[in-house]
């Protein structure tokens, strides 16, 4: 059980990876119940990363994450537009020549 090893082994850092971190972000699911545990929020030798394209369910008024930890790359890189999935594909199918195609790209 990782919360009674983060208690008992206080020596040991424990880095927990949250990807999708945007996913599922219910109060009472078990991804809640293991990074609002009370022992995992105030043990000194855990560090939580939660990781996301789409944080906009987790920066809340409520959040414990500092202003200062958090990276809003369209902000920062000053993006112009996201380029999703349906970009991907019309740049993937919009071609004459199948040929040249960069390696990854979606053919029909």
Not at 6 to 25: C, P
Not at 42 to 68: D, F, G, H, W
Not at 69 to 79: A, E, G, I, P, R
């Amino acid at each position: 059980n990782l919360r009674k090893r983060v208690k008992s082994e206080k020596e040991t850092l424990f880095f927990i990876v949250h990807d999708e971190a945007h996913y599922a972000s219910l109060k009472g699911n078990l991804v809640d119940k293991l990074i609002n545990d009370q022992d995992i929020v105030a043990a000194t030798n855990v560090i939580i990363l939660q990781v996301t394209a789409t944080p906009y369910c987790l920066v809340t008024k409520n959040s414990r994450i500092p202003e200062r930890n958090m990276y809003d790359m369209f902000k920062k890189d000053n993006y112009p537009t996201y380029y999703g999935i349906g970009e991907y594909v019309n740049a993937s199918t919009n071609t004459d020549n199948l040929n040249t195609l960069i390696p990854g790209t979606i053919t029909s």
